[in-house]
Structures are given as C-alpha cells and as structure tokens.
C-alpha cells in the first residue's frame, strides 16, 4: 500500500525507516519530511495542516493509510476531517480523533480527565481571566515550587516550574493578562511540584486494546548534569534501568489500563499511540503528562528495538485487532544522543553543511536527521535539532560511547551535543 506520513523531524525520520522495511508498504510519501526521509521516500511540499491539500494528494497518490507524527493536525482534528469526507473516509488514520487529542491539546482537560478515573497525578485547579484574582490568592497561600502549565499546545515551552511567589504570580500575570502563550495560556493549570525521576511510556491502542512498547528516558536540558535552559530533547535511553517488571506492572494497573477503559467509557474514539510522561515518587508512578503522539527524541531510541512489521502494526490498530498482536523487541540498550545547532535553544543559524554523513558505516547505529534540508546533492542544518546519532550496545557505556564515536565523525560548524546520556545509570 501507499502510506503518507506527516512531520519533517528525528521521530518522522524514524517512523519512515522503520515504514519502509515491511513489505507491505509499496510507496512511502512524507509531508513535507527532511533530507533523512528522503532516503527512505518521497517528500512531499504539504503543511502538515493542510488538510485539503492533504485530502488531495491522498485521493491523486492512492494512499492507503496516514501516519501522523506531530500533535498539531492531531488537535486540529484530521483524524475526524477524513471520517467525515465520503471521498477519504476509507483511508485509516493512525493518531486519535480531536476529542482524544485534548489528552494533550488541553491540560485541564486531562487534569480533570484523569481525576474522573482515579489516575495518580499531581493536585492541581485551574485559572483563567475570569477568576484570575482567586489564582492570585491560590499561589501565594501555595507550597513551592510551584508548576504553572499553559492549558494549550505551547510548542513544548508552556511549562514553568517557580521556585517562589514572586516568581509563580509573575509568570502567572503573563501567562492569562499578557498572553504569554497566546491562546494556549488563556487558561492555566497550577499544579503541586513532584520529586522524582521521569520516564517516557508509550501505548500503541486501536480504541479496544493496546500493546505496550519500550519504555524511555529524555535528557531535556541543553547542558550535562542537566543543567541550563530546556530543549525539545538532547537525548534518550531505552530500556530505562529503574523501570522494572515490579514498576511497570504498577504503571498497567494504575495509569494505562484505567486511561484505556476511561477513553472507552467516554465513548473517545482513539486508534494511534499514547505518550504518558511518568514520574517516580517512592517507587510510586505518577503521571505529568499525557501525549497524543511518539515523542522525539524517545522515538529515535524505541523504534530501532521494536522487532515487529510497522505497517502490520498500524493495521491491526485501523482494524480493532491489535489484541492479536504480541510485540517482539531487541533486548540490547539504545542510546541516541541529538546534535544542535550553536546557540539552540536560542537563536542559531541554519544552512550550515553537514560533513560525513557519507562516512558512517557503524553496524548496530543510525543517523536520524531532525532539523536537515537537501540542497544541490549537500545535506545542511535546518532548525535547532538537527540530527539523533542511535546506537545499540549490550551495555548502557558502549552504547553511549558508540553514538560519541559517529558524533566524531558527522560534523557541522558550532554542533553541540551532550556527551552524558543516561549519565545517572552507568
């Protein structure tokens, strides 16, 4: 079959990789995708909220299937623009309806959500202008840090954690008077601070059932000993060493199974993955957040030990079967640490060419690319994350020290990287 998969980043690269290895995928087309997807198909010129545009192409190209990566055509609700055109209708989409996508587009929404199914998360209440006074009154009688969340998508910034009043009722007076967010901070969620460690836990559901794929851990922070500013991911791990069968089990019981029948009972339709941002509180899961999609870099890190046929996957979820399906994965550790561009997550250049890309013929690793443009037969920088260097190694050291060695020989002018992923378990 045709499948269109929609995204141009590390995770897009990953699914296209991994896409292309079944053999029921006959032609793979990506919107509008990056030098590194290019290898694996076609790209293709489309927004991915473009959704005429995308209908469009679907009906010229004979596609069979749409595999979206990001969560903005998600909860902009392209799954329910194709159920509700005779034309495409036909064509399964993997990602969940509009309502099911509010588990990300709407931090209150799953605050509440998960309160309605006795889901363990932090206390929080909600504020917007209407009762912003009473917001102001909460903070300063509240316990610090204090976690303030824009209730919308914030381009992965819309979360600050205060470490004291003045800072908290600050950030607040920005957040809903002066639209700091946009749209996204008109309504905010306080939140009480966890201490803990985090880890990334992933669902593949077709609305009835799921299977669970491996677990990872994201390095947020731009420099080692995760310190400095917040990035979009610097770096994953997969297996997560603390992440036991004793742990997981408790991360089915209290938060998974109780999401899944809580989508069910609210009659949610919802046929694609679920991200839970977990912490770890005296051995306890808690979660943070919920996301409608894979997460990058953790994609880059997951996929490559996934054994199972992608596309099978995907139509066991269009087709309600998945109960079917037993996933097979790679024991062996993945590392993948991300290079950037000098100066992310703040100002940077892009057009910067990327050296020896042609040289790395390292078995058991792979160049993910991320931020990267083709230009006249040279692949150059083009956002903040450019690529994600995955490697496996039967040991958490040689895996890191594996993606090391190729970040030694892909180079870009002013790249950083961080050289301590997974630094807490070696």
Request: proline share 4%.
């Amino acid at each position: 079959m045709n499948i269109l998969l929609l995204g141009s980043g590390g995770r897009e690269h990953a699914f296209a990789w991994k896409l292309t290895q079944s053999s029921r995928c006959t032609r793979l087309f990506i919107a509008p995708g990056n030098a590194g997807t290019s290898l694996c198909g076609t790209n293709v010129d489309l927004a991915v909220t473009d959704f005429d545009g995308i209908k469009q192409f679907c009906v010229e190209h004979n596609i069979g299937m749409v595999v979206v990566g990001p969560e903005e055509p998600l909860v902009k609700g392209i799954y329910d623009y194709f159920k509700n055109d005779p034309a495409i209708r036909h064509i399964p989409v993997i990602g969940p309806s509009k309502a099911g996508a509010n588990l990300e587009g709407s931090k209150a929404f799953a605050k509440a959500f998960m309160q309605r199914h006795g889901i363990p998360s932090a206390a929080y209440k909600e504020f917007d202008a209407g009762n912003y006074e009473e917001g102001i009154s909460y903070l300063q009688l509240h316990a610090t840090p204090i976690v303030l969340k824009a209730d919308g998508l914030a381009a992965g910034k819309g979360v600050i954690i205060c470490q004291n009043h003045v800072e908290a009722m600050a950030e607040f007076e920005l957040m809903i008077q002066q639209a700091k967010f946009g749209d996204a901070s008109k309504k905010v969620v306080v939140e009480d601070f966890l201490s803990g460690i985090e880890l990334s836990v992933f669902v593949l559901t077709d609305g009835e059932n799921y299977v669970l794929l491996p677990e990872a851990k994201d390095y947020k922070r731009i420099d080692e000993g995760d310190k400095g500013l917040n990035t979009g991911g610097m770096g994953a791990i997969s297996p997560v060493p603390f992440a036991d069968e004793t742990f997981m089990q408790k991360v089915i019981s209290t938060i998974i199974d109780p999401t899944i029948s809580g989508l069910k009972k609210e009659q949610i339709e919802y046929a694609g993955f679920i991200f839970f941002g977990i912490i770890k509180v005296n051995d306890e899961p808690c979660v943070i957040e919920y996301n409608c999609r894979m997460g990058d870099p953790e994609t880059e890190a997951v996929l490559p030990r996934l054994k199972n046929d992608l596309v099978a996957l995907f139509e066991a979820t269009a087709g309600k079967r998945l109960h079917e399906i037993k996933l097979e994965t790679d024991s062996r550790q993945t590392v993948t640490i991300v290079a950037v561009s000098g100066g992310y997550p703040g100002e940077y250049e892009k057009g910067l060419l990327i050296d020896g890309l042609d040289l790395v013929q390292e078995d058991d690793a792979i160049v993910f690319h991320a931020g990267t443009l083709q230009e006249d037969d040279k692949t150059v920088t083009n956002g903040g994350r450019v690529l994600a260097v995955t490697s496996f190694g039967n040991t958490l050291q040689k895996a890191v020290e594996k993606s090391k060695a190729i970040l030694d020989i892909v180079q870009f002018d002013g790249m950083h990287f961080r050289s301590d992923i997974g630094y807490e378990f070696y």
